[in-house]
Each structure stands twice: as structure tokens, then as C-alpha cells.
């Protein structure tokens, strides 16, 4: 059996449900989320280190000049970013990673890491992703309106993906159900490549 450790990306439109699906399965697998940094502000609800490593602009960009990100954009107004020891300390002890990102993200982890599995999270259609997100309530009305529009180019990713989960309302259960079965078939493939960033 192939016991080298897998890196997850996960990534969908906003208001998928990507944080409640990874902090399930990590209660359940003890995988690591790579977390990244941001210089934005945090949201009432989101604890620095577990979301996001909440840091100002001004530290930010200093870790952009260190070489210390794998990968990094500005995203809404602010700096977000991935530090590679986030990817790399966990594969090097020998653990399984999920990275949560957004399509640009996902674009550029295509290019930065070999052997990562593409995980697209979708709900169950347009209308539900489109009411998931007004029922936040935690972006302005303009906020919002981005998001929408930027939903098309979201969907438009969906094809390149090595799987497509869908994140039903009230199933979350069964998402994960759904993503451990993919890591147990990958785990099992003869000739998986190693998971790795590359330079």
C-alpha cells in the first residue's frame, strides 16, 4: 500500500461550506490544514491560526521579500497567501494536507504543486450557492454582488478537477463520507506521484 502523505486541494464558490467540511474532517482524520495568512481583518467568528493567520500588511509584505510564501495574491484589497512551511513541515512528518483556496488559487496551486488531488466543492446548484451567500450576512451589499458575479468563473474551473463533491444542505456528513472514500482510493493508487512544492 502507498503510504505517502497526500496533498488535498479544496476549493469552491463562497458560501460552499469549505470551512465546515474541512474542520469536520479534520476532527475525524487528523489531517492538516495548511492555513493561510492574510492581512485582512478578521471576521467575528474566525480564530487566528485555525481560519487564517491574521498579520498587517506591513508583516505581510515582509514575508513576501523572506521567500517565505509558496504562494501569495491580492485578493479583495488585501494580501493572501500560503507559507510553504505549511505544506511542507506536515509532508515531511509524514501527514496528509488539505489546502482550502479559491479558483485563482486553485489555478496557481496547478502549477506550484505535483501530485495534489483537485477536490471542486460545489452545493447543490446556483440558487443554493446564491442563498447561501446572502445568508451569511458577513459582506456589505457591494461585497456580495462581486461574489455573485463571480460565481460564473468559479463554475467555469469545475472540469479541471480530479473530483467534484457536492455539499448538499444538512449533509455534511455524507460530503465527508464522500472525501475520506476519495483519500482511502488515492492512498490505495500503485503509482500515486509523491506529493511535493515545487521551487
Not at 479534520?26 to 480564530?47: C, Y
Not at 450557492?129 to 445568508?135: C, F, G, P, Y
Amino acid at each position: 500500500m502507498n503510504a505517502r502523505p497526500l496533498v488535498i486541494v479544496l476549493h469552491g464558490p463562497s458560501g460552499v461550506g469549505k470551512d465546515a467540511v474541512i474542520d469536520r474532517l479534520r476532527e475525524r482524520t487528523g489531517i492538516h490544514r495548511a492555513t493561510s495568512t492574510t492581512s485582512r481583518q478578521p471576521r467575528p467568528n474566525e480564530v487566528n491560526g485555525n481560519h487564517y493567520h491574521f498579520v498587517s500588511e506591513v508583516e505581510f509584505e515582509a514575508k513576501i521579500r523572506a521567500g517565505e510564501f509558496a504562494e501569495w495574491a491580492r485578493v479583495y484589497d488585501d494580501y493572501k497567501g500560503l507559507e510553504r512551511r505549511e505544506v511542507e513541515q506536515p509532508l515531511h512528518e509524514g501527514r496528509d494536507v488539505i489546502i482550502r483556496t479559491d479558483v485563482q488559487g486553485a489555478r496557481t496551486w496547478r502549477e506550484r504543486l505535483s501530485g495534489a488531488i483537485f477536490i471542486f466543492l460545489m452545493a447543490e446548484d446556483r440558487e443554493a450557492l446564491r442563498t447561501r451567500l446572502a445568508s451569511r450576512g458577513s459582506e456589505d451589499a457591494a461585497a456580495l454582488a462581486r461574489r455573485i458575479a463571480e460565481l460564473e468563473e468559479e463554475l467555469a474551473d469545475i472540469h479541471n478537477n480530479d473530483y467534484v463533491v457536492y455539499n448538499r444542505h444538512g449533509q455534511l456528513e455524507e460530503t465527508v463520507d464522500e472525501i475520506e472514500r476519495i483519500i482511502k482510493r488515492e492512498k490505495r493508487r500503485s503509482r500515486r506521484p509523491e506529493a511535493r512544492l515545487l521551487a
